[in-house]
């Protein structure tokens, strides 16, 4: 007898795998292809192999090498300084939520979660002001002239600044949930053995939040290495380039005012998706390894 085939599941699949195809798996296929041609998005692709790759990698009289070299030493910049924030800042404000003595603790992870619900322009604008030269809060309060936007570190400082702002919550109302499952009896059992907050967070908090922890710091990671909005709208790439990251070169390239050279940016943008990649892979792997040690 013919088994029955169960169609619901592909109901509730179905749209999610069509737009998947359509809008994520096409383009990306396209976009590998694309890297090994010469493409200005009007005429047809022209199969060039691997040039626009030794371009990038080993042709230092190059544009696009210089380009593609400052893009990742700017963009591994932004990722050395603002994960790290994006992932602890979180986990210990979740932490402290969770202890006894706080109070209107959903209130507060509701003004810490608001600033992820704001788009990155209003955001950006915002703290254009806040770090504005005359006008800015923060100039007025401490009575400084500091031009942020437009010298070093001061712009690395505003753009890491604003991602924090934007970014924590999101981080945070997972490891909130993840901490609120875990059983208070392990907590009181420490307490009777007499271990500190400290202790209790680094014996039975962080331990039972493994897997958040992993997921989170990938994807921060991953969110961190396409960064693109921040120093565009907060300081244009400067001052000279040194905030100009990968993503705002391959904009540059494939959507260029002259020609576009779209080949180029697809080569730069699929060994970025390499990169991010690989650090994934480690990172997994060094935390999973450390969580089944």
């Known amino acids: 007898m013919k088994k029955k085939i169960n169609w619901a599941p592909l109901a509730f699949i179905g749209p999610h795998l069509i737009l998947f195809i359509v809008f994520i798996l096409i383009p990306s296929v396209y976009g590998i292809y694309a890297s090994f041609t010469r493409w200005n998005m009007v005429s047809e692709p022209v199969w060039v192999g691997l040039d626009n ?3 990038l990698l080993f042709n230092e009289e190059s544009t696009f090498y210089r380009q593609f070299f ?4 700017n963009t591994f910049i932004f ?3 603002s994960v790290p924030f994006m992932i602890i800042i979180p986990l210990l404000i979740a932490a402290s939520l969770e202890h006894k003595e706080v109070k209107m603790k959903n209130l ?3 003004l810490i ?25 923060v100039n007025n309060l401490f009575g400084s002239d500091v031009v942020w936007t437009a010298t070093q570190p001061y ?17 945070m109302i997972i490891y909130r949930a993840s901490i609120s499952s875990v059983s208070e009896e392990l907590y009181e059992s420490a307490e009777i053995d007499g271990a500190g907050p400290v202790r209790k967070f680094f014996s ?16 921060t990671t991953a969110g961190a290495f396409n960064v693109f909005a921040q120093p565009l709208m907060m300081t244009d790439g400067g001052p000279r380039q040194s905030t100009t990251v990968l993503m705002m070169y391959i904009r540059d390239l494939a959507f260029s005012h002259g020609e576009s050279i779209a080949g180029m940016a697809s080569a730069m943008a699929v060994l970025l998706g390499l990169v991010i990649l690989v650090i994934s892979a480690i990172q997994y792997y060094l935390m999973n390894r450390h969580s089944t040690s």
């Open 204 to 219: 039975i908090t962080l331990p039972s939040i493994q897997f958040p922890l992993i997921y989170t710091l990938i994807m």
């Open 70 to 73: 400052n893009g990742m030493k």
């Open 155 to 171: 712009a690395w400082i505003t753009i890491v600044v604003i991602t924090i702002w934007a970014g924590i919550g999101g981080n």
């Open 108 to 110: 507060f992870q509701t």
């Open 79 to 81: 990722v050395f300084f």
């Open 53 to 55: 790759y030794r371009t």
């Open 113 to 137: 979660f608001i600033p992820g619900l704001i788009s990155i322009s209003a955001a950006a604008l915002i703290w254009s002001l806040i770090f504005n030269r005359q006008l800015g809060i």
